[in-house]
C-alpha cells in the first residue's frame, strides 16, 4: 500500500528544486535538476505502479485522488519531464556559449521550468475540479512566462497572445465548472466535496442533464483552448516556436495532453449523465483540429511552427478516438497520448539541435541534417516518419486502432476524412522533412553533433518510438485498459 | 437596494470603455472590485454563511487593493501619460455596451438559470460583466486593457457563482484568488517587457508572427 508520503514528494521535488537552482551556481544547478528529475521518475513510476497493480489512492481528506488515468498522466510528465531536463544543459549551455542570454538566465529558467512540471503534476493529482481549474491556470503563467524566456519582439508577442487566450479560455472553463458544482450542490448541497470528481463520477447519473451540458460545453471550449484545440488554437503554434525547444518538446507533449486530461475528467461525469450524447462534441472538435492542420502544414517556412500544427493534428486524433469511444477508440486513443507524447517531444528536442546548430528555423536555410549531424539527422528522419503514422512505427500502431475502432463502430465519415487528412498531412510534412534531411549541408556548417548532453536525451524516447511500434508489452496493455476503464466512467 | 448596487457594477464596466488614459482604468476596476466585496458583504449580511465574510475581505484586500496596485505600479514604471487606442470610436462602443448589455439580461431571462435566493437580482448584471469584458479585450488596443478586460470577466464569474450558489468552496475560492493575483503580476510583468522592446503598448504592432 502507499500513503501520502511519496504523493507529497512528488509534487515537493519540483519545487525545491525549481528554488534550489534559482539560488545555486549553475554548474551545480545543471546537475542537480537532472538528478532531482532522475529522482522523480522513481518517485512517479513507483506511484503510477502502484495504481495500475493495485488500487487507486485517496488522500488528504478526499483532495488527493489518483486513478489509472491520473497515474498515466504523471508517468508521462515524469518521463518526458526528466528527459527535458537532461536535454535543457546542453541547449541551455550552447545558449550562453553563443551569447544568447546572459549565464544567469539559466537560473531563471530551472526556476520555471522546474515549477511548470510541477503544476502539471499537481493537476493530475487533485480530485476536486475547482483546483485541477486552479492547476491549470497555474501551468499556463508559469510556461507562458517559459514562452517569453529570449525577450525578443516575437516570443514576447507569442507570450502575450498564450497568456491572453489560454486565460480567457479557462475563465469559461471556471463558468463550466460553477455549473458542474451546481448540479453537484443540487444533490450533496454546499460542500467542497460536491466538487469532487469521485463523488461527481459516482451520481453521474443523477445530476442535472441541462446543467451538465452547459458545464461541458464551456469546458470543452475553455480547456479546449489550452489543449489547441481548432478553431482554439492560434496561439499554439506562436507558443510552441517561440520557447525554448526543451519547453517547446514539453508543451506539446505533456501540457497539452494535461489539458485534455481536464477535458476528459469532466467528458467522463458528462458522458454518462447525458448517456453518450456528449460525444459527437469531441468528434466536431477531433475532426475540425485534424483538418485545419492540413492546409497550415502545407505552407509552412518555419520548422518549429510545423511541428506545433502537427501537434494541433495529434490533439484533434485523441479527442476524435476518446469521441468514437467503445473499448477499442478510448484504447486507441490513450496509446496515442502516450505515442504522441514520446515521437513529439524526440521531434523537438531534434529540432533544436538543427535550429542551434543552422541557426535557423527557416525549413529553407536548413539541407543535408543527416550529413552534417548524423546521429540527430537520422532520429529526426525517423521520428518524423513516426510522427506521421508511417509504419513500423509506434504512431501507426495507435492511429490505426482509432481508425478500426471508427469503422467497427460505424462512424464511417469521420473515419473516411481522418484517414484522408491523415495521408495529405503526411505528404506534406515529408516534402519538408526530405529536403531538410538529405543534400548537401550548407558549407559554413560544422559537421559535428552538437553536445553529448543533446544527443543522449534523443535515445529514450527514440526507443519508445521504435520499440512500441513492433511489440506492446502485455503489462503496458494492460495499464492502456485500465486507463480506457475510467474514460468510459467505470471504476477501475 | 440590489438593483442599485447592479447598477454600480454595469457603470463601472461601461465606463471602462470610455477613459482616456489607462491609468483611469485602474481606479475604475478598484471601484468595481469594491462594489463587488459589497454584493459578497450583503449577500453574508443576509446569509450568515461564513465563506461569504471570507469571500467579501478577500475581495476587498486581493481585487480592490493589491491587484490595482500592482497595475498602477506597472503603469508609472512604463508611462503614466498613456492614451488608450480603441477599434470603435466613443459612441460606437457606447451603442455596443449598451447592446451586450441588453443581451446579457435578455439571455440570463431566458437560460432559467437556477438561483439562490438573495443571490437572484445579480444573474442578470454578472453575465453582462462577461460579455463586456470580452469586449473591452476586443476593442482596446492597449496590451495592458486587456489585462483590465480579463479581469473584468473575472469578476463577472465570481459574481456568477454567487448568483447561483453562494459562491464556489472557499478553499477553491482562494485558489481562484491566488491565480489572479499571479495572472496580474505576470500581465504587469510582460507589459513592461513589450513596452521596453516595441516602445509600445499597442498589440497592433505585434503581428510578426503568421501563419
Same mark, same amino acid.
Given at each position: 500500500?502507499?500513503?501520502?508520503?511519496?504523493?507529497?514528494?512528488?509534487?515537493?521535488?519540483?519545487?525545491?528544486?525549481?528554488?534550489?537552482?534559482?539560488?545555486?551556481?549553475?554548474?551545480?544547478?545543471?546537475?542537480?535538476?537532472?538528478?532531482?528529475?532522475?529522482?522523480?521518475?522513481?518517485?512517479?513510476?513507483?506511484?503510477?505502479?502502484?495504481?495500475?497493480?493495485?488500487?487507486?489512492?485517496?488522500?488528504?481528506?478526499?483532495?488527493?485522488?489518483?486513478?489509472?488515468?491520473?497515474?498515466?498522466?504523471?508517468?508521462?510528465?515524469?518521463?518526458?519531464?526528466?528527459?527535458?531536463?537532461?536535454?535543457?544543459?546542453?541547449?541551455?549551455?550552447?545558449?550562453?556559449?553563443?551569447?544568447?542570454?546572459?549565464?544567469?538566465?539559466?537560473?531563471?529558467?530551472?526556476?520555471?521550468?522546474?515549477?511548470?512540471?510541477?503544476?502539471?503534476?499537481?493537476?493530475?493529482?487533485?480530485?476536486?475540479?475547482?483546483?485541477?481549474?486552479?492547476?491549470?491556470?497555474?501551468?499556463?503563467?508559469?510556461?507562458?512566462?517559459?514562452?517569453?524566456?529570449?525577450?525578443?519582439?516575437?516570443?514576447?508577442?507569442?507570450?502575450?497572445?498564450?497568456?491572453?487566450?489560454?486565460?480567457?479560455?479557462?475563465?469559461?472553463?471556471?463558468?463550466?465548472?460553477?455549473?458542474?458544482?451546481?448540479?453537484?450542490?443540487?444533490?450533496?448541497?454546499?460542500?467542497?466535496?460536491?466538487?469532487?470528481?469521485?463523488?461527481?463520477?459516482?451520481?453521474?447519473?443523477?445530476?442535472?442533464?441541462?446543467?451538465?451540458?452547459?458545464?461541458?460545453?464551456?469546458?470543452?471550449?475553455?480547456?479546449?483552448?489550452?489543449?489547441?484545440?481548432?478553431?482554439?488554437?492560434?496561439?499554439?503554434?506562436?507558443?510552441?516556436?517561440?520557447?525554448?525547444?526543451?519547453?517547446?518538446?514539453?508543451?506539446?507533449?505533456?501540457?497539452?495532453?494535461?489539458?485534455?486530461?481536464?477535458?476528459?475528467?469532466?467528458?467522463?461525469? !458528462?458522458?454518462?449523465?447525458?448517456?453518450?450524447?456528449?460525444?459527437?462534441?469531441?468528434?466536431?472538435?477531433?475532426?475540425?483540429?485534424?483538418?485545419?492542420?492540413?492546409?497550415?502544414?502545407?505552407?509552412?517556412?518555419?520548422?518549429?511552427?510545423?511541428?506545433?500544427?502537427?501537434?494541433?493534428?495529434?490533439?484533434?486524433?485523441?479527442?476524435?478516438?476518446?469521441?468514437?469511444?467503445?473499448?477499442?477508440?478510448?484504447?486507441?486513443? !490513450?496509446?496515442?497520448?502516450?505515442?504522441?507524447?514520446?515521437?513529439?517531444?524526440?521531434?523537438?528536442?531534434?529540432?533544436?539541435?538543427?535550429?542551434?546548430?543552422?541557426?535557423?528555423?527557416?525549413?529553407?536555410?536548413?539541407?543535408?541534417?543527416?550529413?552534417?549531424?548524423?546521429?540527430?539527422?537520422?532520429?529526426?528522419?525517423?521520428?518524423?516518419?513516426?510522427?506521421?503514422?508511417?509504419?513500423?512505427?509506434?504512431?501507426?500502431?495507435?492511429?490505426?486502432?482509432?481508425?478500426?475502432?471508427?469503422?467497427?463502430?460505424?462512424?464511417?465519415?469521420?473515419?473516411?476524412?481522418?484517414?484522408?487528412?491523415?495521408?495529405?498531412?503526411?505528404?506534406?510534412?515529408?516534402?519538408?522533412?526530405?529536403?531538410?534531411?538529405?543534400?548537401?549541408?550548407?558549407?559554413?556548417?560544422?559537421?559535428?553533433?552538437?553536445?553529448?548532453?543533446?544527443?543522449?536525451?534523443?535515445?529514450?524516447?527514440?526507443?519508445?518510438?521504435?520499440?512500441?511500434?513492433?511489440?506492446?508489452?502485455?503489462?503496458?496493455?494492460?495499464?492502456?485498459?485500465?486507463?480506457?476503464?475510467?474514460?468510459?466512467?467505470?471504476?477501475? | 437596494?440590489?438593483?442599485?448596487?447592479?447598477?454600480?457594477?454595469?457603470?463601472?464596466?461601461?465606463?471602462?470603455?470610455?477613459?482616456?488614459?489607462?491609468?483611469?482604468?485602474?481606479?475604475?476596476?478598484?471601484?468595481?472590485?469594491?462594489?463587488?466585496?459589497?454584493?459578497?458583504?450583503?449577500?453574508?449580511?443576509?446569509?450568515?454563511?461564513?465563506?461569504?465574510?471570507?469571500?467579501?475581505?478577500?475581495?476587498?484586500?486581493?481585487?480592490?487593493?493589491?491587484?490595482?496596485?500592482?497595475?498602477?505600479?506597472?503603469?508609472?514604471?512604463?508611462?503614466?501619460?498613456?492614451?488608450?487606442?480603441?477599434?470603435?470610436?466613443?459612441?460606437?462602443?457606447?451603442?455596443?455596451?449598451?447592446?451586450?448589455?441588453?443581451?446579457?439580461f435578455y439571455v440570463t431571462s431566458r437560460l432559467h438559470l437556477p438561483s439562490t435566493k438573495f443571490g437572484a437580482p445579480y444573474l442578470p448584471v454578472s453575465i453582462t460583466l462577461v460579455f463586456l469584458g470580452t469586449f473591452i479585450m476586443v476593442d482596446h488596443k492597449k496590451a495592458l486593457m486587456q489585462g483590465i478586460g480579463l479581469i473584468t470577466i473575472e469578476n463577472g464569474l465570481f459574481l456568477v457563482a454567487q448568483a447561483i450558489s453562494y459562491g464556489m468552496?472557499?478553499?477553491?475560492?482562494?485558489?481562484?484568488?491566488?491565480?489572479?493575483?499571479?495572472?496580474?503580476?505576470?500581465?504587469?510583468?510582460?507589459?513592461?517587457?513589450?513596452?521596453?522592446?516595441?516602445?509600445?503598448?499597442?498589440?497592433?504592432?505585434?503581428?510578426?508572427?503568421?501563419?
Open positions: 500500500m502507499i500513503d501520502m508520503g511519496e504523493v507529497s514528494l512528488l509534487l515537493i521535488i519540483p519545487l525545491m528544486t525549481a528554488l534550489l537552482c534559482w539560488k545555486i551556481n549553475v554548474r551545480i544547478g545543471n546537475k542537480l535538476q537532472v538528478a532531482a528529475a532522475l529522482f522523480n521518475v522513481v518517485v512517479g513510476l513507483f506511484i503510477a505502479k502502484n495504481v495500475f497493480f493495485h488500487a487507486p489512492i485517496t488522500g488528504w481528506h478526499r483532495l488527493i485522488y489518483i486513478d489509472a488515468l491520473s497515474a498515466f498522466n504523471v508517468m508521462l510528465i515524469v518521463l518526458i519531464g526528466f528527459v527535458a531536463s537532461l536535454y535543457s544543459v546542453g541547449y541551455m549551455h550552447h545558449e550562453v556559449a553563443e551569447k544568447i542570454i546572459d549565464a544567469y538566465k539559466v537560473r531563471h529558467y530551472y526556476l520555471w521550468f522546474h515549477l511548470f512540471l510541477g503544476t502539471m503534476l499537481a493537476v493530475s493529482v487533485v480530485n476536486n475540479l475547482g483546483f485541477l481549474w486552479v492547476g491549470i491556470e497555474l501551468t499556463t503563467l508559469v510556461s507562458a512566462l517559459l514562452v517569453a524566456f529570449y525577450r525578443k519582439g516575437t516570443s514576447l508577442e507569442a507570450a502575450w497572445k498564450y497568456l491572453i487566450m489560454g486565460s480567457v479560455g479557462i475563465a469559461f472553463a471556471l463558468l463550466g465548472i460553477i455549473f458542474l458544482y451546481l448540479s453537484g450542490v443540487d444533490l450533496f448541497g454546499e460542500s467542497a466535496d460536491s466538487l469532487n470528481w469521485t463523488v461527481l463520477n459516482q451520481a453521474a447519473k443523477q445530476l442535472n442533464p441541462q446543467w451538465t451540458l452547459i458545464a461541458f460545453i464551456f469546458v470543452l471550449v475553455g480547456f479546449g483552448t489550452k489543449a489547441g484545440l481548432a478553431p482554439m488554437h492560434f496561439w499554439l503554434p506562436d507558443a510552441h516556436s517561440q520557447a525554448p525547444s526543451p519547453v517547446s518538446a514539453v508543451l506539446s507533449g505533456v501540457l497539452l495532453n494535461t489539458a485534455l486530461y481536464g477535458i476528459f475528467r469532466i467528458y467522463t461525469i !458528462v458522458n454518462t449523465t447525458l448517456d453518450g450524447k456528449a460525444a459527437p462534441y469531441l468528434i466536431f472538435f477531433g475532426l475540425l483540429s485534424i483538418a485545419i492542420t492540413v492546409p497550415f502544414m502545407l505552407v509552412q517556412h518555419d520548422l518549429k511552427r510545423m511541428l506545433a500544427y502537427s501537434s494541433v493534428e495529434h490533439m484533434g486524433i485523441i479527442t476524435l478516438g476518446v469521441g468514437i469511444g467503445g473499448a477499442l477508440g478510448l484504447y486507441g486513443a !490513450v496509446l496515442h497520448m502516450f505515442h504522441h507524447s514520446m515521437a513529439k517531444s524526440l521531434l523537438f528536442f531534434a529540432a533544436g539541435n538543427i535550429n542551434q546548430k543552422y541557426h535557423s528555423k527557416r525549413m529553407d536555410r536548413i539541407s543535408g541534417v543527416v550529413k552534417a549531424m548524423p546521429i540527430t539527422g537520422s532520429i529526426f528522419l525517423i521520428a518524423a516518419f513516426a510522427i506521421t503514422g508511417t509504419p513500423p512505427f509506434n504512431i501507426f500502431i495507435s492511429e490505426f486502432t482509432i481508425m478500426r475502432a471508427g469503422f467497427q463502430s460505424g462512424h464511417l465519415a469521420a473515419t473516411v476524412l481522418f484517414l484522408l487528412f491523415v495521408v495529405l498531412i503526411f505528404s506534406g510534412m515529408m516534402y519538408y522533412v526530405v529536403r531538410m534531411a538529405f543534400g548537401e549541408a550548407p558549407a559554413k556548417v560544422e559537421k559535428k553533433e552538437m553536445s553529448r548532453w543533446s544527443t543522449v536525451a534523443l535515445f529514450l524516447p527514440l526507443i519508445a518510438v521504435i520499440v512500441f511500434g513492433l511489440y506492446v508489452p502485455p503489462f503496458f496493455q494492460e495499464i492502456i485498459q485500465q486507463v480506457a476503464v475510467v474514460l468510459q466512467g467505470g471504476k477501475s | 437596494m440590489e438593483q442599485w448596487i447592479a447598477m454600480l457594477l454595469l457603470i463601472s464596466a461601461i465606463r471602462l470603455l470610455q477613459i482616456r488614459k489607462i491609468s483611469d482604468s485602474v481606479s475604475i476596476l478598484a471601484f468595481q472590485s469594491f462594489v463587488l466585496a459589497l454584493t459578497a458583504g450583503a449577500l453574508w449580511y443576509q446569509t450568515k454563511l461564513p465563506h461569504l465574510l471570507v469571500a467579501a475581505v478577500l475581495t476587498l484586500v486581493v481585487k480592490a487593493m493589491i491587484i490595482p496596485a500592482v497595475l498602477h505600479y506597472t503603469i508609472k514604471k512604463i508611462d503614466v501619460h498613456r492614451q488608450v487606442e480603441r477599434v470603435t470610436s466613443k459612441y460606437s462602443s457606447l451603442l455596443i455596451a449598451i447592446i451586450l448589455s441588453v443581451a446579457g468552496p472557499m478553499m477553491v475560492e482562494l485558489g481562484i484568488f491566488f491565480d489572479m493575483l499571479v495572472t496580474v503580476v505576470i500581465i504587469g510583468i510582460l507589459s513592461f517587457r513589450i513596452h521596453s522592446t516595441f516602445e509600445s503598448l499597442n498589440i497592433e504592432k505585434m503581428s510578426n508572427l503568421k501563419g
